[in-house]
């Protein structure tokens, strides 16, 4: 069985909000959930019919060269150079694609919908994209889909209808299971734990949150949700939140969670800096190579990810499905090449696979 990781980045503002056990953290009060059940795997996903966008009068590009253009929250990290990769990968094993990536060097919205709405200008048939919001994005989308542009998303999901697809690293439910499970099993039933995320209105950390609030209050309810704040995709900053958590609290502490590939290795940095390993775990989302060290020390037992070559390589297969007439609205399922079938859940939505932990067991079996 294919092995798939679960990781996440994300990108942020500086900031911090308390939260109430009893209620849900500031930025996720509106947000849906569905937490899975206290014990077992997740189950099926309910069918739901596709709620996604349509391009208008797309071009005939069935078997003809796709020229794409990948636009993620920002260029120069090791998630997105990951993402970047898979694309490549794809590409050169269909060989009718060609996948340029390009976005801005932080995460910032506003610069991420002008370098869209530059190469819808220039003219490109699909943009791949992961959203800074997915609601500020949606009218730039919008204007690609009006143009005949094919639009499809991967790691942070924008409005349904301002794209086509989304590749879903994983359920929301999923990784809010697997984030409060293995909390638990190493701080216990009454421990308390706060979070370093990126911001409250990035897509992907917000469900995460949502998710784990639900999750934690009908499984574990004994455990204590300090705080939550949040900090830039910056290892600087994410360090000098999770120091302060650190401080502020004290022994009251038992965990922090990264919701972040940068916020994760920092939290463990602090923890380390302070003194504090065995005292205050560390769990989250990031990469292997980012977290080696600390997992090999015996600082960081769990870390949960998914694998963001795969990520970006299902997101240029589905393009490819779409272009070609084979992936379309009412559809169960995708062709996605060496990742085999992936299932179509949610509507309009591919699932890259579940959750998955590395640990000191298994944590050099991956370079990324």
Request: aromatic share 8%; charged share 20%; hydrophobic share 40%.
């Amino acid at each position: 069985m294919r092995k798939t990781l679960i990781f996440a980045l994300s990108v942020g503002l500086m900031g911090g909000t308390a939260l109430a056990q009893e209620q849900r953290w500031d930025g996720a009060d509106d947000l849906p959930v569905n937490p899975l059940d206290c014990a077992g795997a997740p189950g099926e996903v309910a069918a739901k019919p596709y709620d996604g966008g349509q391009p208008n009068n797309p071009p005939d590009l069935a078997g003809k060269e796709l020229v794409l253009v990948d636009v993620p929250k920002l260029i120069g990290i090791g998630y997105f150079n990951a993402t970047s990769k898979g694309m490549q990968l794809a590409a050169d094993e269909l060989g009718n694609v060609k996948v340029t990536t390009d976005g801005p060097t932080k995460a910032n919205i506003d610069e991420q919908i002008t370098f869209i709405d530059n190469f819808i200008t220039r003219g490109v048939h699909g943009v791949l994209f992961a959203a800074n919001d997915p609601v500020a994005i949606a009218p730039v989308l919008k204007k690609a889909l009006d143009k005949g542009i094919h639009v499809i998303g991967y790691d942070a999901n924008a409005q349904p209808d301002a794209r086509e697809w989304f590749v879903n690293q994983a359920e929301f439910n999923g990784i809010g299971k697997a984030l409060i499970d293995n909390m638990a099993a190493e701080i216990g039933e009454d421990g308390s734990f706060a979070i370093v995320t990126s911001t409250f209105t990035t897509p992907n950390q917000a469900r995460w949150i949502a998710e784990m609030w639900a999750y934690q209050q009908k499984c574990h309810p004994n455990m204590k949700w300090l705080e939550t704040v949040e900090a830039q995709e910056d290892n600087i900053l994410s360090f000098n939140q999770a120091t302060t958590l650190i401080n502020k609290y004290g022994p009251e502490l038992n965990g922090l969670f990264g919701m972040t590939s940068v916020a994760t290795p920092a939290s463990a940095e602090a923890v380390t800096q302070a003194g504090k390993c065995g005292e205050v775990a560390v769990v989250g989302l990031a990469t292997p190579n980012g977290m080696r060290p600390y997992v090999q020390s015996g600082c960081v037992k769990s870390v949960v990810l998914w694998n963001p070559v795969d990520l970006g390589y299902a997101a240029v297969h589905v393009a490819r499905a779409v272009a070609d007439g084979k992936l379309k609205p009412g559809d169960t399922q995708v062709d996605a090449g060496k990742l085999g079938t992936l299932p179509v859940v949610n509507g309009s939505e591919i699932l890259l696979g579940p959750p998955f932990v590395y640990n000191m067991d298994n944590i050099d079996e991956f370079d990324f």
